[in-house]
């Protein structure tokens, strides 16, 4: 797929004269961290996300042939409030600035393309606001989460998710290269699937922690360096985050498949860690429905008052 | 310029407006409702309860495999059918005995904003409003309802909202619904509605900026007022602590004859009479381009308030006595 393709390692920095040296006509910006990576921590996490996006629009708006621009963006913008619309449409607004350090980078890169827009109204600009990804094989937080044996969840809450499967994260981003289609799309497969639901499906076994335990745990863990999970993932379990994909669906001609599609995948690729699985419980289901039977069939053979065997005289 | 001149310049909603003229009153205090009996029992000998029991199994083995369905606002039909409205019927039937009126202005299919008066201190009208629908609609609908975003903070009760099929009380969930052919039921009162004392009882009490009527009208969805009698005197309002409430972030706190003095049994509601009356529909299909235009939107926010007014005195002419039978 990558024949004939030239592939130059840089940072932030070089990649912006990497720019300017070759005057391209698209420039896809994918380089956006979730979570922030073992070496630099949080402070390297922004530096790549908010400073490196930054200088990679700054170079893409002084290349003179450039025609497009894609930048990935997520879900995350829509933050997550008690008074969010159930299901966000593109134009919704996040209602205040999330406590998530993702969710708060992705504001800031998406403010920059608005000033790219506004700066090179003839650039074709696309936004891509993908929902969480998962495949058999992709490694991200959220799926290392779901591959846990015994996965930690917030008391009382049980939150809508939504996931985009890989391979129809590419099939959009390679026809919003190929294809020209400005605006900010967003990009997940139909359907919702409860977090408590998607922990079921796959066979795991959630372990309900308050909110504020689970934070202050989560900060803990991060500080000892053992599991990423943040305010970012917190604040999804609690809110949940369903987007509208009609926009996507009409202008791009491609329906992603739906999130329950891309979950199973998942979980066939990941049943190592499974304990109650579907054929366990249905084999449980038959086995006390036969067990009760058996109980009943018994109980009336030996009618009451009668002792059993008394007939045998 | 003449009455009738006047009357021509004005935009629509208010001016052609009249109240209808109420039917002679006919009691229905003094006869209780008959009580209804499922009709679907085999006759062919079959073992009831072993099939039962499988059936109660295979629903338990489909919860705990995560095998249902989810729609986009969080509502788990197979959940809020096989539990909240079993357990929701037996207050709605035995205990407040809900006779419902006018279950035929209701559409049999397609989106509907069905619009009602708030009372009861705990939202218990909202939920009764929905068994009804359920109970008497012929294509036994369900109602999504519009809840405060307080419903939506707490947890637990968030979740069973969300799960009962409501959501949070914002235009674009309340249009999507709509569009979607549903069934949509608010209660613009909110919180004055259900936090008024018991002196005030079935005083409807203002209707916001009547967000609810510009949401029908973008979506050209028919309003249908429903009046709700009886939920006033489940659990009536003597006093409010405001400090109290203040300090527990709520709109009110009530003290009831029975709460707190009596802690959690203040809990359990008076068994007052139920009457609900869902009124003729007001189509909006015709509308569509007033949505933004306030002053349409006040006059038809004010009909509907007065229409549901009008019809609780109705009401409460046919039901003379709160508790009776």
Sequence with gaps: ?313 | MSQDEYRRDVLPGHAEFQLPTPAPVQRVNGRRPIPERPADRPADGADVWDQRVAEGLAFLRRRLAGAYEVDEFGFDPELTDALFQPILKVLYRDWFRTEVLGIENVPAEGGGLVVGNHSGTLALDALMLTVAMRDKHPQERHLRLLGADLVFRMPVMSELARAAGATVACNPDAERLMTGGQLVGVFPEGFKGIGKRFADRYKLQRFGRGGFVSAALRTGTPIIPVAIVGAEEIYPILADLKPLARLLGVPYFPVTPTFPLLGPLGLVPLPSKWLIQFCPPIPTAHLTEFADDPLVVYNLADQVRETIQATLHELLEKRPDAFGP
């Design chain 1, 1 to 313: 797929m990558l024949a004939g393709v030239e592939r130059i390692r840089a940072d932030a920095r070089a990649a912006t004269e990497a720019i300017a040296e070759l005057d391209p006509e698209a420039v896809v910006h994918l380089a956006v961290t979730s979570v922030p990576a073992e070496p630099g921590g949080r402070a390297a996490m922004k530096e790549q996300n908010v400073i490196g996006s930054m200088q990679v629009l700054a170079a893409a708006q002084a290349a003179s042939g450039l025609r497009k621009l894609v930048v990935r963006s997520s879900t995350a913008a829509y933050g997550a409030s008690f008074r969010d619309p159930a299901v966000f449409t593109e134009d919704t607004e996040p209602r205040a600035v999330p406590r998530g350090p993702f969710a708060r980078d992705i504001l800031d890169i998406e403010g920059y393309v608005r000033g790219f827009r506004r700066r090179r109204p003839e650039v074709a600009a696309t936004v891509l606001r993908f929902a969480p990804m998962i495949s058999s094989t992709a490694e991200t937080s959220l799926t290392r989460y779901f591959a846990q044996p015994v996965v930690p969840t917030v008391l009382g809450r049980d939150a809508r998710l939504q996931f985009v499967h890989v391979e129809d994260a590419l099939e959009v981003l390679h026809r919003s290269v190929i294809e020209d289609h400005p605006g900010t799309y967003n990009v997940a497969g139909a359907g919702v699937l409860m977090l408590s639901q998607a922990v079921r499906r796959s066979g795991r076994v959630a372990l309900p922690f308050p909110e504020s335990a689970l934070s202050t745990g989560a900060a803990l863990l991060r500080n000892l360096g053992v599991e990423q999970i943040g305010l970012d993932q917190i604040d999804l379990f609690v809110h949940g985050r369903v987007v509208d994909t009609s926009r996507l669906i009409r202008e791009f001609g491609f329906t992603p498949r739906t999130t329950a599609v891309a979950f199973e995948e998942f979980i066939r690729a990941h049943t190592a860690g499974s304990t109650v699985t579907a054929d366990r419980l249905a084999t449980a289901e038959r086995a006390i429905l036969d067990g009760i039977r058996r109980v009943r069939a018994a109980a009336e053979a030996t009618p009451a008052g009668v002792p059993a065997g008394s007939d045998r005289s």
